[in-house]
Each structure stands twice: as structure tokens, then as C-alpha cells.
């Protein structure tokens, strides 16, 4: 798994469907516009938490064994951070585009993400929040070493379990 940063201007462009800021060989296919759509998203996202590297969201691009037939890397999906570091711990997100869902891809993310947060010495804790109902995110987490604690309240997705484990073994 590949993780591409989503600067702000990046995100800009790509939330106006403008794909030129990609790297090349790098393919949207079949999830364009689901791309456009979690660019515009993170665009918002930014305005409220800021964009501060390397607490960025990131597109996820599978790794040459899930390149498509003229050898172009695929997007599968998106993920990153929910926030800067704030007292000691982080939250991750991931999101497998739904053509891509069931091959690894949100291990995989999860896993990325869990190496960028280890790099900081800031970082004692990650964390996720999932949905209340046991489901393949909840799988992932759990392999990753995370622990579900109680049911919260989110601002944005409603009643969720919160996951955490620490940064470091």
C-alpha cells in the first residue's frame, strides 16, 4: 500500500475534478467520483482542524500487484487523520472504495497509518471510532492490536465504539 498525502491543494483540485495533480501512472477508473467527492470532504475538514504534515489525509494506492492492465496504479481509497496530535494521541480513518472492499486494502491503510503515527514521539495513543456493531473495520482493528472501549457520542457520526491501542508495541 502507497499512501499519497492530500495537501490542500491537492485536495482543492481534485474536490474540482481536476486529476492532473496526481502522480503519474496513477489511476481514479471506476471510483472518480468518489474521489472528488472525499477530496471535497477533507477540503472541510481541513477548514475546521487544519492541515498540518504529516496529520494529513492520504490516497491509498495499491501496490503494483493491484495495478490495472496498462500497469497504472489504482486509487482503492482514502484515509488519514482525523486531527492534529492533541494531547498524546491521534485518530485514524480509512476507506476502501466499495470496487475494492474485501482484497486488504483497510489493513493495510490502518497498518500505514499506525507507522506514521509511530515515527512521532507526540504520539502515545491511536485511536478509530467504528460503527456500534461488530463488521470487517472492527476485524481490522482488532488484528491491529487496538482495544474497544466504550460506546461515545460523535459529533459527526452519531453514537460509535472507540478503539485504541498504543503508538508503540
Not at 495537501?7 to 496513477?26: D, I, K, S, W
Not at 490495472?68 to 494531547?87: I, N
Amino acid at each position: 500500500m502507497n499512501l499519497i498525502a492530500l495537501t490542500p491543494q491537492m485536495t482543492q483540485a481534485l474536490a474540482h475534478g481536476n486529476e492532473t495533480v496526481l502522480p503519474a501512472g496513477v489511476e481514479t477508473g471506476p471510483v472518480r467520483e468518489l474521489l472528488h467527492a472525499a477530496a471535497a470532504a477533507q477540503g472541510k475538514m481541513y477548514a475546521v482542524t487544519g492541515a498540518t504534515d504529516p496529520w494529513l489525509g492520504h490516497l491509498a494506492v495499491a501496490d503494483q500487484d493491484g495495478a490495472d492492465q496498462d500497469g497504472a496504479a489504482q486509487v482503492v481509497g482514502v484515509c488519514g487523520f482525523k486531527a492534529p496530535c492533541r494531547d498524546g494521541a491521534v485518530e485514524i480513518t480509512y476507506f476502501t472504495f466499495p470496487p475494492f472492499e474485501g482484497q486488504g486494502h483497510a489493513a493495510a491503510m490502518a497498518g500505514a497509518l499506525l507507522d506514521i503515527a509511530r515515527a512521532h514521539p507526540d504520539v502515545d495513543t491511536v485511536t478509530a471510532h467504528t460503527l456500534p456493531r461488530a463488521g470487517a473495520s472492527t476485524r481490522v482493528l482488532e488484528r491491529l492490536g487496538f482495544q474497544r472501549g466504550d460506546a461515545v457520542e460523535d459529533p459527526a457520526d452519531g453514537r460509535v465504539w472507540r478503539w485504541s491501542r498504543p503508538a508503540r508495541p
